[in-house]
């Protein structure tokens, strides 16, 4: 699932020179493997896909904060 995620985003007719970072809102362990795995293999894709992993579960408003102090862009999306 986050790889068809970072697939649908990327899929979006916007150019890539402006997308700073792409935060992913994950809680399972198990579909990192597979984020993991393809973003090894598209290493332009490493600098863009950040996995923030946050100390204990806080759901969607702490995750999206948390990506927010991360974010080096001027505007956000959600």
């Not at 809680?27 to 992993?53: A, G, I, M, N």
Request: no cysteine; proline share 5%.
């Amino acid at each position: 699932m986050p790889v068809q995620m970072v697939g649908n985003i990327l899929a979006i007719e916007f150019p890539l020179n402006l997308i700073y970072n792409i935060f992913l809102n994950i809680f399972s362990e198990d579909l990192l493997k597979p984020l993991d795995d393809y973003l090894s293999s598209e290493p332009s894709l490493r600098s863009l896909v950040s996995v923030v992993r946050l100390k204990e579960r806080g759901g969607l408003i702490v995750a999206r904060q948390e990506g927010a102090r991360k974010a080096k862009g001027q505007v956000i999306f959600f």
